[in-house]
Each structure stands twice: as structure tokens, then as C-alpha cells.
């Protein structure tokens, strides 16, 4: 059993930047591909994205694209969601997922932490 717990988030005016956090326990950190999800009011919950085992594969939504860069440290069984340029349309609660493959995280993730609230303000 994996999990998951998310820090990072807070508030941020448009064009600033966070960095989110997963720490890992339970597994064997390096065994899994990593992801991110994000939430918005009153929307479905979206991928946004995801790294392979040992970081080789990396995947992105267009939105975030050349903003967003994920990152992992299987020392310390952390992945990273390295956010820049952020804008009000980022605002959401942020969740880290796990799962065996890149694939695997970005559809049906087995394991999810309990999310980060990341706050853009115009």
C-alpha cells in the first residue's frame, strides 16, 4: 500500500510561480510512474501530468506545456510539480497519483494522495 501526501499549494497572483511536493510511503517509490491531477470548482477532476519510474517519460496536457515541468527524486520518494506563469485557470485542488505505468497513472490510477489547494489570483 502506497501514500501519497501533497504540500505546496497556496495562494500566488497570476505569472508567479509554486512548487508542489509528494512524498511517498509504503512502496517502493522508484517501482511506480508518477502523476498529477488537479480539480477546479465545479469541474471533473483532470490529468495533468505524469513521469515514468525513473523519469525518462514525461507527459503534459497542452494547457500547461512549456509552464508546468514535472520532476521526481527517487532518494527521497518525492515527485515535483515545478509550476510557472501560473494563471487564474490553474486554480484547483491538486492531487498526486500512482500507478504503474505512465499510462496507468494518466487512466486509472491505483493510489492518490488528499490534494493541495493552489490558488491563482488575477
Known amino acids: 500500500q502506497v501514500q501519497l501526501v501533497e504540500s505546496g499549494g497556496g495562494l500566488v497572483q497570476a505569472g508567479g510561480s509554486l512548487r508542489l511536493s509528494c512524498a511517498a510511503s509504503?512502496?517502493?517509490?522508484?517501482?511506480?510512474?508518477m502523476g498529477w491531477f488537479r480539480q477546479a470548482p465545479g469541474k471533473e477532476r483532470e490529468f495533468v501530468s505524469a513521469?515514468?519510474?525513473?523519469?525518462?517519460?514525461?507527459e503534459y496536457i497542452d494547457s500547461v506545456k512549456g509552464r508546468f515541468i514535472i520532476s521526481r527524486d527517487n532518494a527521497k520518494k518525492t515527485v515535483y510539480l515545478q509550476m510557472n506563469n501560473l494563471k487564474p485557470e490553474d486554480t484547483a485542488v491538486y492531487y498526486c497519483?500512482?500507478?504503474?505505468?505512465?499510462?496507468?497513472?494518466?487512466?486509472?490510477?491505483?493510489?492518490w494522495g488528499q490534494g493541495t489547494q493552489a490558488t491563482v489570483s488575477p
Open positions: 497519483a500512482a500507478d504503474q505505468t505512465v499510462r496507468g497513472v494518466r487512466n486509472t490510477p491505483k493510489y
Open positions: 513521469i515514468s519510474w525513473i523519469g525518462g517519460i514525461t
Open positions: 509504503g512502496g517502493t517509490f522508484s517501482n511506480y510512474a
